[in-house]
């Protein structure tokens, strides 16, 4: 009311902060020190490093094994991500072993000091000045901003030139749109057939221009023309609409967001544009090769996973049987893609294993991945994921096991997450899958992915190839242009002041 845009902005996103923070050990404290301690120097501010040789320095045992975990990495880092030979294996089952055992010494040490009056930043997720914040956005980029109240949603635009907020009544109204949509889209059930006549039309498309033109305060089509990314920071049940497919007009031949404009997704405002680290071109990329749907032959996986390594050097297959428990092989992992089912989605945000291959044993979790060592893949894909979404919202759904999930993958050091809201399967999944991981080295994320859904859109569609569409099926479209095969995935990541 008092037209204090950027005091409100920040008011949201410490609200947000402190979503995340009650759901974890001392009200975050144990995560702060995590980050102070073992985080790249380039994520932290001077305050941050100022308390890290404070902490190194009163507590010499802490400091010990700070060197030996720099020991240890440096270590690992000489060695293969998958050993090719059986001696190159037990080295890495050594080095691993001993990495898990000083990092439970690092974790013992950190829950005690985080009980004593020890000063702590707390430097995941950032505060961010919006002033400074909106100097770092680039020209023909933008921040949707939503924060959800039991009366209505606040919105918020943030450009390089200028602020926007608006109201959107009703929130119960808007989920009812949102589920209308997502259920002509086709999701009724995670494994259930969609009809012909559902991929075929287009009755969608009413109601996806509707929320768009209720979320953006019905901005004017002219304004897609001149946006070339559109960063969204949902809320609520807002964390299952596909942006990137809302309609820019109505009629059937409009044109989608993600056909005018890039399009990523961030936790926070102050997530979309913060420093990152840059990872390296030879970056190794590890596969999890499985079913993205049951009754799937694994041998399509396999097939992805070959022209996947043909396209992307320094691709390898993680073994079946892992040689140490997930999350410590996720922390000297750069760039993970799983091609599996994640059945266990439903014990998000921190209790499902994201590698899927050791599920359920200890240290598989994403609560182990937030654990020490820090570190976690910069860049993850993740097709198989399941959200509310994938059933029209009809089993309820409030958008905080997404939220959640996100800030605890990114809080262990992930940077780019490609996740999905419905699991699709079949060829489709694999194909942009595989095109947006080997464009990953040579672009920015969401030009990467802009990239693979329009390939995607245009591309045959074989329905033999597709598990999830009805058999039979005459009047199926020949290219993948409906939302279902593409619209299902969210891309998170803190982007980049030199995305092309």
Not at 133 to 156: C, D, E, N, W
Not at 264 to 278: C, D, K, M
Not at 424 to 434: E, I, N
Request: include cysteine; charged fraction near 20%; proline fraction near 6%.
């Amino acid at each position: 009311d008092r037209r204090e845009f950027e005091k409100a902005i920040q008011i949201t996103d410490r609200i947000r902060r402190h979503r995340f923070y009650r759901t974890l050990p001392v009200g975050g404290r144990v995560l702060a020190f995590r980050w102070i301690l073992q985080a790249p120097d380039g994520l932290l501010n001077d305050t941050a490093r100022l308390q890290r040789q404070n902490l190194l320095a009163k507590y010499p045992q802490l400091a010990a094994t700070s060197r030996t975990v720099a020991q240890l990495r440096q270590q690992l880092s000489a060695v293969p991500l998958v050993p090719d030979n059986e001696e190159a294996t037990r080295q890495q089952q050594k080095l691993l072993q001993m990495l898990s055992a000083v990092s439970q010494q690092q974790e013992f040490l950190l829950h005690r000091i985080a009980l004593r009056r020890e000063p702590a930043e707390y430097v995941f997720p950032p505060q961010q000045d919006v002033k400074e914040l909106q100097k770092t956005i680039p020209a023909g980029q933008a921040i949707l901003s939503y924060f959800i109240t039991s009366r209505m949603v606040h919105a918020f635009m943030l450009s390089r030139e200028k602020y926007g907020h608006w109201h959107v009544e009703s929130p119960s109204k808007m989920k009812q749109l949102i589920s209308g949509m997502l259920r002509k889209m086709g999701n009724h059930e995670s494994n259930s057939n969609v009809a012909s006549r559902e991929l075929g039309d287009s009755d969608w498309r009413p109601l996806g221009h509707q929320i768009l033109m209720e979320l953006t305060n019905e901005a004017d089509v002219g304004v897609w023309d001149k946006l070339d990314e559109l960063v969204v920071i949902p809320d609520g049940i807002l964390w299952y609409v596909p942006f990137e497919a809302l309609a820019i007009e109505n009629h059937e031949n409009a044109t989608s967001i993600i056909g005018k404009s890039r399009v990523r997704y961030a936790p926070l405002v102050s997530l979309a544009y913060p420093t990152r680290r840059h990872m390296s071109p030879q970056a190794d990329t590890a596969v999890v090769v499985g079913r993205l749907f049951p009754r799937d032959d694994q041998a399509v996986a396999e097939g992805a996973f070959d022209r996947l390594q043909t396209g992307l050097p320094r691709t390898v297959r993680l073994p079946d049987k892992l040689s140490a428990p997930s999350g410590l092989i996720a922390s000297v992992c750069q760039r993970l893609v799983v091609l599996n089912d994640i059945t266990d989605a439903g014990l998000a945000p921190y209790n499902w294993s994201p590698v899927s291959l050791d599920r359920g044993k200890a240290g598989s979790t994403v609560a182990s991945w937030i654990a020490l060592p820090w570190g976690a893949p910069q860049q993850l894909i993740l097709p198989g994921f399941h959200t509310a979404a994938e059933n029209g919202l009809k089993k309820g759904g409030n958008g905080n096991e997404v939220f959640l999930t996100l800030c605890g993958l990114m809080s262990a050091g992930s940077q780019t997450i490609l996740i999905s809201r419905w699991r699709t399967g079949g060829q489709t999944a694999y194909d942009l899958t595989r095109e947006f991981t080997q464009e990953l080295p040579h672009r920015s994320a969401s030009a990467a992915w802009q990239r693979s859904v329009q390939l995607m859109m245009r591309s045959p569609l074989d329905p033999e190839q597709e598990p999830r569409v009805e058999e039979g099926d005459e009047e199926l479209s020949s290219t993948a242009d409906h939302p279902f095969f593409w619209a299902g995935y969210l891309l998170v990541d803190t982007g980049d002041v030199g995305d092309e």
